[in-house]
């Protein structure tokens, strides 16, 4: 069976160590937490994942395809959520959802239909016309998710996804990503310094 996610001996240096011979793998349909201080390299892992730096040392494929030379199939069926935001605030909801769901080839219909389901799991549905910078923080990060969420990737990527929001939208928040787990076999690693969401 092809492992979700495998990290071989992966090593990353800024001035200093950021990883140092960093392995797991992950398997298919998993959710796995990763704990880890700030500043322990979480961030630095997703970013070679995510080809957002250059691999200096060891192994990363992610489906079965290695990277860097395999990274566009292999990302196409990512969803990423980064520790910062990564919106365009002068955008509607919609519209960023939808420039999105055209990245990924999804039809007009096909991006309409799971667009509102998003939206609609997220309690977002009201706010899909409203310019992104007049949500809250908690609704920003939820549109976030759902984007991510949007082209039903095999692999979800989340990177302190819940920072800076109370208890109940973090509760809410990973019991969705782990019923997209186990609706649709989608597989999850999920970085975080919070103890508690473990």
Not at 16 to 42: H, I, M, Q, W, Y
Not at 156 to 182: F, H, N
């Amino acid at each position: 069976m092809v492992a979700a996610l495998e990290i071989l001996d992966v090593s990353h240096a800024y001035r200093k160590p950021a990883l140092r011979e960093v392995s797991f793998s992950v398997g298919p349909g998993d959710f796995v937490l990763l704990l880890g201080l700030n500043g322990a390299g979480k961030t630095t892992l997703f970013s070679l994942i995510a080809g957002l730096l250059e691999l200096q040392q060891g192994t990363i494929r992610v489906l079965g395809h290695e990277l860097p030379e395999n990274r566009s199939p292999a990302l196409a069926s990512c969803g990423f959520v980064f520790q910062q935001s990564a919106l365009d605030l002068d955008l509607t909801v919609a519209q960023s959802l939808r420039y999105h769901a055209a990245l990924h080839g999804l039809s007009r219909g096909d991006a309409h239909r799971r667009i509102e389901q998003e939206l609609e799991r997220f309690g977002l549905v009201s706010r899909m016309r409203d310019v992104v910078r007049t949500l809250s923080g908690g609704q920003r990060r939820r549109v976030e998710i759902a984007r991510a969420l949007l082209h039903r990737p095999r692999l979800l990527l989340l990177d302190e996804a819940t920072v800076g929001l109370d208890m109940p939208s973090r509760r809410a928040i990973v019991q969705r990503v782990r019923a997209q787990c186990l609706e649709e076999g989608a597989t999850a690693l999920w970085a975080t310094h919070l103890a508690d969401e473990v």
